[in-house]
């Protein structure tokens, strides 16, 4: 009666106060630090790995007996031709040059050439692909050499000209090219906003019914308006999510350019980082709104998984047809359409953002479309969630929660 | 939409109002169910209003309109006369039927938030917690969450929960179910020191002992309509006459012949009977001499057990 009070007259501090409780809370519960950290050491593992495979020699090296050094030349054209790595060492003796080769420290060692202009090659196992064309290549240009010498040709000349004819390409459509280190961080940025998405949304959805299920919504609703209620939930749980995406995305950054894993450029990187979170925001926005909506007809937390299943799809969806085919096929057709819609988009726009060649057009398209949708959804959910959020016990029907 | 004779009857009950909580023609469907049906009564400033009725008469649904947790379909929730607004409601107190607090979440915290909901500042949020934990015997147990702490502990924070914000009217359901007997004495101390303070006290209970002691009025809510209302007195006043008589040697049932007698109870050789509007309880005597000599012959109006029964099967036969 004559305590001193706060004017609360303005909806703002009942949102702030509720979303407040929710950032304390959930920032302090184990559950949300052990999955900030798991991220964590995910994306820093996963940069160390990507560095480690990376740096893997990938040159190739060949070993060429004295006796056969005459095959160097032509060795080394075909290497420069066909801008392979192969690195050539003499070798003094054959023995030595069989045991280099069993160690691994050669990859291939040729021993010598036929009168007919095979060249003789030992092996561990299998010659590769790559310098089997390499070799044939060299062996045949060296009988080639041969023959021009034999004709009263001159063979260098003979290769310069060869060299300077070209192909000349005039394409219809200009294909963006693809780095593959962008690939990799795409599926890196897809696997982040999915399971950011999936945890958070789950996290409204949870907190909703526990809300329900343990009643004190009832004592709640008694000084707030459900929808005050129902955004100030949204909004904490969406800045503790922000907070792990975020800290997730710098700890990925900082890992991949420390290590080296990532010779990319800065401003790629951290353009990728801000798309995600940006796009975090949008999906976070409408799933979590779905997900609160549809929490709000059921009472009990066993109940949570099966009725925001349909939601779930759509954001399981997105991301399993993202992470199987962006990587090898970063401009598919199909992707890119579904990529604009706004139940795809949170999950897919961000990977084909990071791996790059997405037009202009699309990526505002996608955002314009995902923000109108928003509008829509606070409005249906609210109405959902206002409608069931007081009914405990049996499981609301959704056509009933909106009609009423 | 309130038809225009319940905006009548709304208006009328504006221009007497004074202060107080009020519901004035409020009703409320659940498809075809109605829960409550055009029910008014006010609860003055300084009065604990009882509300009694079987289970799903109604009582639950008008205290959540009370609170504005449920929206009438029609009809309209006053308080000082005027209709309640999101920032007045935020001035009761409310306590549940199904009670429920955060049940991860601290004591102390938990109700420093609810106060802080209601309009307080943290630092007074802050010592009203203190104060009413302290009252009501948990302020040892602050920093446990709600989950770890026993029913009855429980059921006292959910009280300091309905209080904490120094409410200036209360609203509680079943306030009394599941409360130890000394948390029933607090309770009931609790109720008479608001009412005391001015505050409008309404609350439903089963126990109608409590009741019949707690409150200075009482409602009997039958399927959404207030059948009966007034102070215990003037309930009982108008309640049906009883005759308490003893005849310790008698070896029949002396009373089975009186013509319109009903039997309330019989307790060994004591019997209470209800007597017919306008019988002459002589009669009753003179059956009861026959039968031996009378050690006990009374007259009583029914407590309010008995009462409560009667209005609610005396609507009955008539629906």
Same mark, same amino acid.
């Given at each position: 009666?004559?305590?001193?009070?706060?004017?609360?007259?303005?909806?703002?501090?009942?949102?702030?106060?509720?979303?407040?409780?929710?950032?304390? !809370?959930?920032?302090?519960?184990?559950?949300?630090?052990?999955?900030?950290?798991?991220?964590?050491?995910? &994306?820093?593992?996963?940069?160390?790995?990507?560095?480690? &495979?990376?740096?893997?020699?990938?040159?190739?090296?060949?070993?060429?007996?004295?006796?056969?050094?005459?095959?160097?030349?032509?060795?080394?054209?075909?290497?420069?031709?066909?801008?392979?790595?192969?690195?050539?060492?003499?070798?003094? *003796?054959?023995?030595?040059?069989?045991?280099?080769?069993?160690?691994? !420290?050669?990859?291939?060692?040729?021993?010598?050439?036929?009168?007919?202009?095979?060249? +003789? &090659?030992?092996? *561990?196992?299998?010659?590769?692909?790559?310098?089997?064309?390499?070799?044939?290549?060299?062996?045949?240009?060296?009988?080639?050499?041969?023959?021009?010498?034999?004709?009263?040709? *001159?063979?260098?000349?003979?290769?310069?000209?060869?060299?300077?004819?070209?192909?000349? &390409?005039?394409?219809?459509?200009?294909?963006?090219?693809?780095?593959?280190?962008?690939?990799?961080?795409?599926?890196?940025?897809?696997?982040?906003?999915?399971?950011?998405?999936?945890? !958070?949304?789950?996290?409204?959805?949870?907190?909703?019914?526990?809300?329900?299920?343990?009643?004190?919504?009832?004592?709640?609703?008694?000084?707030?308006?459900?929808?005050?209620?129902?955004?100030?939930?949204?909004?904490?749980?969406?800045?503790?999510?922000?907070? +792990?995406?975020?800290?997730?995305?710098?700890?990925?950054?900082?890992?991949? +350019?420390?290590?080296?894993?990532?010779?990319?450029?800065?401003?790629?990187?951290?353009?990728?980082?801000?798309?995600?979170?940006?796009?975090?925001?949008?999906?976070?926005?409408?799933?979590?709104?779905?997900?609160?909506?549809?929490?709000?007809?059921?009472?009990?937390?066993?109940?949570?998984?099966?009725?925001?299943?349909?939601?779930?799809?759509?954001?399981?969806?997105?991301?399993?047809?993202?992470?199987?085919?962006?990587?090898?096929?970063?401009?598919?057709?199909?992707?890119?359409?579904?990529?604009?819609?706004?139940?795809?988009?949170? !999950?897919?726009?961000?990977?084909?953002?990071?791996?790059?060649?997405?037009?202009?057009?699309?990526?505002?398209?996608?955002?314009?479309?995902?923000?109108?949708?928003?509008?829509?959804?606070?409005?249906?959910?609210?109405?959902?969630?206002?409608?069931?959020?007081?009914?405990?016990?049996?499981?609301?029907?959704?056509?009933?929660?909106?009609?009423? | 939409?309130?038809?225009? /004779?319940?905006?009548?009857?709304?208006?009328?009950?504006?221009?007497?109002?004074?202060?107080?909580?009020?519901?004035?023609?409020?009703?409320?469907?659940?498809?075809?169910?109605? #829960?409550?049906?055009?029910?008014?009564?006010?609860?003055?400033?300084?009065?604990?209003?009882?509300?009694?009725?079987?289970?799903?008469?109604?009582?639950?649904?008008?205290?959540?309109?009370?609170?504005?947790?449920?929206? #009438?379909? /029609?009809?309209?929730?006053?308080?000082?006369?005027?209709?309640?607004?999101?920032?007045?409601?935020?001035?009761?107190?409310?306590?549940?039927?199904?009670?429920?607090?955060?049940?991860?979440?601290?004591?102390?915290?938990?109700?420093?938030?609810?106060?802080?909901?209601?309009?307080?500042?943290?630092?007074?949020?802050?010592?009203?917690?203190?104060?009413?934990?302290?009252?009501?015997?948990?302020?040892?147990?602050?920093?446990?969450?709600?989950?770890?702490?026993?029913?009855?502990?429980?059921?006292?924070?959910?009280?300091?929960?309905?209080?904490?914000?120094?409410?200036?009217?209360?609203?509680?359901?079943?306030?009394?179910?599941?409360?130890?007997?000394?948390?029933?004495?607090?309770?009931?101390?609790?109720?008479?020191?608001?009412?005391?303070?001015?505050?409008?006290?309404?609350?439903? /209970?089963?126990?109608?002992?409590?009741?019949?002691?707690?409150?200075?009025?009482?409602?009997?809510?039958?399927?959404?309509?207030?059948?009966?209302?007034?102070?215990?007195?003037?309930?009982?006043?108008?309640?049906?006459?009883?005759?308490?008589?003893?005849?310790?040697? #008698?070896?029949?049932?002396?009373? #089975?012949?009186?013509?319109?007698?009903?039997?309330?109870?019989?307790?060994?050789?004591?019997?209470?009977?209800?007597?017919?509007?306008?019988?002459?309880?002589?009669?009753?005597?003179?059956?009861?001499?026959?039968?031996?000599?009378?050690?006990?012959?009374?007259?009583?109006?029914?407590?309010?057990?008995?009462?409560?029964?009667?209005?609610?099967?005396?609507?009955?036969?008539?629906?």
């Amino acid at each position: 009666m004559t305590t001193p009070q706060m004017k609360i007259g303005s909806s703002t501090t009942a949102v702030r106060l509720v979303a407040g409780r929710e950032l304390r !809370t959930r920032m302090r519960s184990k559950a949300y630090r052990i999955s900030t950290l798991a991220l964590i050491v995910l &994306v820093v593992a996963f940069a160390l790995i990507a560095k480690a &495979v990376g740096s893997q020699d990938s040159t190739a090296h060949v070993g060429v007996l004295v006796s056969a050094q005459s095959v160097v030349p032509a060795l080394e054209g075909a290497t420069a031709a066909l801008g392979a790595k192969v690195s050539i060492e003499p070798v003094s *003796d054959e023995a030595v040059g069989r045991s280099q080769v069993s160690a691994g !420290t050669l990859d291939a060692l040729i021993i010598g050439d036929k009168a007919d202009g095979s060249l +003789q &090659v030992v092996v *561990d196992s299998t010659l590769s692909d790559s310098l089997r064309t390499v070799m044939a290549t060299a062996a045949g240009q060296a009988v080639l050499a041969d023959r021009i010498s034999a004709l009263g040709g *001159d063979p260098a000349a003979v290769a310069e000209q060869v060299q300077h004819v070209s192909v000349q &390409v005039s394409a219809l459509r200009s294909a963006p090219s693809y780095d593959p280190q962008r690939l990799v961080l795409g599926s890196v940025a897809g696997v982040l906003i999915y399971l950011a998405l999936m945890f !958070t949304g789950q996290m409204v959805a949870q907190g909703v019914v526990e809300e329900k299920s343990s009643r004190v919504v009832e004592l709640l609703l008694a000084t707030l308006r459900p929808w005050e209620l129902m955004a100030g939930k949204v909004l904490g749980i969406g800045l503790v999510g922000l907070a +792990q995406v975020s800290v997730v995305g710098v700890a990925g950054v900082l890992a991949g +350019q420390l290590s080296g894993a990532l010779t990319i450029s800065l401003a790629a990187t951290v353009g990728t980082v801000l798309w995600l979170v940006v796009w975090f925001i949008f999906g976070f926005a409408v799933f979590s709104l779905v997900f609160a909506g549809l929490a709000s007809l059921v009472s009990r937390q066993e109940d949570v998984a099966s009725v925001i299943a349909p939601a779930t799809m759509f954001l399981v969806a997105g991301y399993v047809v993202g992470i199987s085919v962006l990587p090898t096929d970063p401009g598919n057709g199909l992707v890119a359409l579904m990529s604009l819609l706004p139940f795809f988009s949170p !999950t897919l726009m961000p990977m084909r953002l990071a791996m790059g060649g997405v037009p202009l057009w699309q990526t505002v398209l996608s955002i314009v479309l995902v923000l109108a949708t928003i509008p829509a959804l606070v409005m249906l959910t609210g109405r959902a969630y206002r409608n069931a959020v007081i009914r405990t016990g049996e499981r609301v029907r959704l056509r009933d929660a909106l009609r009423a | 939409m309130p038809t225009a /004779s319940n905006a009548t009857a709304v208006a009328e009950l504006v221009d007497r109002g004074s202060g107080g909580l009020e519901l004035a023609g409020v009703s409320k469907r659940y498809g075809e169910v109605v #829960a409550l049906d055009r029910m008014s009564f006010r609860v003055e400033p300084g009065e604990v209003f009882g509300f009694v009725g079987s289970n799903g008469a109604g009582k639950t649904t008008a205290m959540r309109i009370a609170l504005g947790v449920l929206l #009438a379909d /029609s009809g309209q929730v006053l308080w000082d006369g005027r209709p309640l607004t999101a920032e007045t409601r935020r001035r009761i107190g409310y306590m549940p039927e199904e009670r429920g607090l955060y049940p991860r979440m601290r004591v102390g915290e938990q109700l420093v938030y609810l106060a802080r909901l209601h309009g307080l500042t943290e630092p007074v949020a802050i010592s009203r917690m203190h104060e009413w934990t302290e009252r009501l015997g948990v302020s040892g147990r602050l920093d446990d969450d709600v989950q770890k702490l026993s029913l009855g502990n429980q059921q006292r924070v959910q009280l300091a929960a309905a209080l904490v914000h120094d409410p200036d009217a209360l609203v509680l359901d079943e306030p009394f179910s599941g409360l130890d007997p000394v948390a029933v004495d607090v309770m009931s101390e609790v109720l008479h020191e608001q009412a005391g303070q001015g505050a409008p006290v309404i609350f439903s /209970s089963h126990q109608l002992d409590l009741v019949e002691r707690l409150c200075d009025r009482v409602g009997i809510v039958k399927a959404g309509r207030l059948v009966a209302c007034g102070t215990v007195d003037q309930l009982r006043g108008a309640g049906p006459e009883q005759v308490v008589v003893d005849v310790p040697t #008698a070896t029949s049932r002396w009373y #089975a012949n009186l013509s319109g007698i009903e039997v309330v109870e019989v307790s060994g050789s004591r019997v209470v009977l209800t007597l017919p509007e306008g019988a002459d309880d002589q009669l009753v005597l003179q059956a009861a001499l026959s039968a031996g000599p009378v050690r006990e012959f009374a007259r009583r109006r029914p407590p309010l057990t008995e009462l409560f029964r009667h209005v609610v099967s005396a609507t009955e036969d008539q629906s």
